[in-house]
């Protein structure tokens, strides 16, 4: 069974501090790994990484994807409040006939302090 | 906002009732996917259709069923509804389903919450 796992679960840092989110995976056919950000509703896409593409940047976040330790990091720099959310980290896996879909990890809660 | 439209925003139902939730995904993407998210579960992958075909299924349970249509709306439909299949609905929508690319980038709509009592 494919799995995700973020940690940590929950962080709490003042405004203008960095923060590094973590995301180890175990999936079989792995195709992508995919970032979003979600606030009170719906998740907004942030990153898609690949094999041919495991490193993204834009703004004050960034991320990379390492396919040898199976795992991929999101680096936000200068924290605003407007970054607290739940950061989820997304597999997605291929099989044969079409993606399988993303699996989920659980999420990091982000809580930026003034 | 993300181009994708879901109906209705709430829905309050009893136990054992049907309910349909609507999707429309953004201009010109093929993919439709379904996901749930509860508080106990987190975001669980449903299903998916890509122009108008099943592409691949993840946790979904034989009561509930979907389809996409000729218009590349979808729907899902949740049967014999339980107290534990209340929930925020998810609809995403991407261009393709193939190729690793930018084009399996999935955008979601606001979902729709489901309250069974």
């Known amino acids: 069974e494919d799995k995700v796992v973020q940690s940590p679960l929950s962080l709490v840092v003042h405004e203008g501090d960095t923060v590094t989110l973590n995301c180890s995976y175990e999936v079989t056919n792995f195709r992508s790994l995919l970032w979003y950000k979600q606030e009170k509703k719906a998740p907004t896409f942030l990153f898609m990484l690949t094999s041919s593409g495991i490193e993204k940047k834009s703004g004050r976040l960034s991320s990379i994807l390492d396919k040898k330790e199976l795992s991929s990091i999101l680096n936000i720099t200068a924290t605003q409040t407007g970054d607290s959310a739940i950061y989820l980290c997304a597999v997605l896996s291929y099989s044969g006939g079409g993606a399988d879909g993303l699996t989920f990890g659980k999420g990091t809660h982000l809580i930026i302090q003034p | 906002d993300s181009g994708v439209t879901q109906t209705p925003k709430h829905l309050i139902t009893a136990t054992g009732q049907r309910v349909t939730l609507r999707c429309s995904p953004r201009?010109?993407?093929?993919?439709v996917y379904w996901y749930q998210q509860s508080l106990d579960q987190g975001l669980q992958f449903l299903i998916q259709?890509?122009?108008?075909?099943?592409?691949a299924k993840g946790n979904i349970l034989e009561r509930f069923s979907a389809q996409q249509f000729p218009d590349l709306h979808s729907e899902l439909n949740l049967s014999s509804l339980e107290l534990g299949d209340s929930a925020l609905y998810f609809c995403?929508?991407?261009?393709?389903?193939?190729?690793?690319?930018?084009?399996?980038?999935?955008?979601f709509g606001p979902g729709t919450r489901l309250l069974v009592l």
């Open positions: 201009s010109g993407d093929l993919s």
């Open positions: 259709y890509y122009n108008g075909e099943e592409r």
């Open positions: 995403a929508s991407s261009v393709g389903s193939w190729g690793g690319s930018e084009a399996e980038t999935q955008y």
